[in-house]
């Protein structure tokens, strides 16, 4: 099903009981998707998946070299949060 919004406004009950009954609905805003309401599962756990086959463990991940910095970085940051006010 695919609702726009000024509908979803005036038929909410309706759609809530379309999506209860375990369908999905669409929500439209100028007729471009902009949401789903799918029935909620409460017994669907949270999947923690594993790296993608040939990724890069995190703690392997090459870092940028730092950069020399000739100022006083608290320094440049104090100056900078007075000068916004």
């Given at each position: ?22 369908h999905e609905a669409v929500v439209l805003d ?18 923690v998946r594993g790296p993608a086959p040939g ?27 007075q000068s916004d006010r």
């Open positions: 099903m695919e609702i726009g919004i000024a509908d979803l406004k005036a038929r909410l009950s309706q759609v809530l009981r379309h999506v209860r009954r375990g100028r007729n471009q998707r902009i949401a789903r309401l799918v029935p909620y599962e409460a017994d669907r756990g949270l999947v990724a890069v463990a995190p703690g392997e991940v090459p870092l940028p070299r730092a950069r020399r910095i000739r100022s006083d970085v608290v320094e440049v940051l104090l100056r900078e949060r």
